[in-house]
């Protein structure tokens, strides 16, 4: 059936996948509310991540709207949501366009960051930049071969928290590394989701995810993994003492935690589309009681 075309506004706004802006939202947040408890830091750097990381996300996901349509991945046995160039509500230019855009913007906030964190955050924004294209486009795109799950790990994760931290800090924490680990196995765990759903299009379109390379019970197990990684993580930091007390608070979020293995286990199909906005809301409510947990 064929969706019935937005506004221009809205075909933009649908087009920078809002659901899963919060993936790039909440390491950014949790890292400044622990560098923040620690006395660290001001408002101005944490900011500055903060637009950062929306705009490197908003540009990753306008590349991967453009180069999926071209390599025919978006086709009209989609199960997922309609994206907006193979939908003709946006051109190629334009979402090309907007793409550009948005990792300039993101470089030119860079220019701000590296000036307060130093070069080892011009390494990571550049390096973050060039994964943002290369993600699904470009001669060797990550998603394609089966390396998109650990692109997301290291950088909606880790890159987010640690580069965050180290901006307000000057160092890297092993709070930080861990926070970092966690949300990022939440975030990979989105994906795992989309590439369940997606994997037989995906394997017509030569798109060699872990879940086209290995099945879909692997993949299953894969976001069950993931999901228990990011509460025995903080549990484990907790108990050695590297990370607050507070944190702990994550506990209160199993029931979703647990909700959303199950029902990923259980589903497939377009059956799924509605866990891909539950895992970021999971992701959402953990890294919530990270930052509050921070200044318990």
């Known amino acids: ?45 944490a900011c500055a991540a903060l637009v950062g ?27 997922g949501p309609a994206r907006a160039t193979s939908e003709g509500w946006l051109s190629i230019r334009q979402v090309g366009a907007g793409a550009a855009l948005c990792l300039g913007l993101a470089a030119l906030i860079g220019v701000y960051i590296i000036a307060v964190g130093g070069w080892p955050l011009a390494v990571l924004g550049l ?27 290291l950088f909606f994760g880790l890159g987010a928290v640690c580069g965050t931290y180290y901006l307000m800090c000057h160092q890297v924490s092993l709070a930080a590394v861990t926070a970092g680990l966690s949300l990022g196995a939440l975030a990979t765990a ?7 759903r997606d994997r037989v299009g995906d ?6 995810t872990l879940a086209v390379r290995f099945g879909p019970q692997v993949a299953r197990w894969e976001y069950a993994f993931l999901v228990v990684l990011a509460y025995a993580s903080v549990v484990l930091a907790v108990a050695v003492a590297w990370a607050p007390v507070g944190w ?18 259980r589903k497939d199909g377009a059956a799924l589309n509605p866990h891909l906005g539950r895992t970021a809301a999971l992701e959402t409510a953990f890294g919530a009681t990270l930052a509050l947990g921070s200044f318990a």
Not at 19 to 44: D, F, N, Q, R
Not at 248 to 265: D, F, I, M
Request: a positive charge; one cysteine or more; charged letters at 15%.
């Open 248 to 265: 702990l608070l994550c506990l209160t979020t199993c029931p979703l935690a647990y909700r959303e293995v199950k029902a990923v286990w």
């Open 190 to 196: 989105i994906i795992v989701v989309n590439n369940l």
């Open 127 to 153: 390096v973050s930049l060039v994964c943002a294209v290369a993600y699904t486009a470009g001669p060797f795109p990550l998603a394609y071969v089966g390396l998109g799950d650990l692109f997301v790990l």
């Open 203 to 208: 394997a017509k379109a030569d798109k060699r």
């Open 53 to 79: 990381s929306l705009l490197i996300q908003i540009g990753t996901n306008l590349v991967n709207d453009l180069a999926d349509f071209k390599r025919g991945v978006d086709g009209p046995d989609r199960l």
């Open 1 to 45: 059936m064929p969706t019935m075309k937005p506004s221009a506004l809205r075909a933009w706004l649908l087009a920078t996948r809002p659901k899963t802006l919060l993936a790039g939202a909440v390491p950014v947040i949790v890292a400044a509310s622990l560098a923040s408890s620690e006395g660290h830091g001001t408002l101005w750097p």
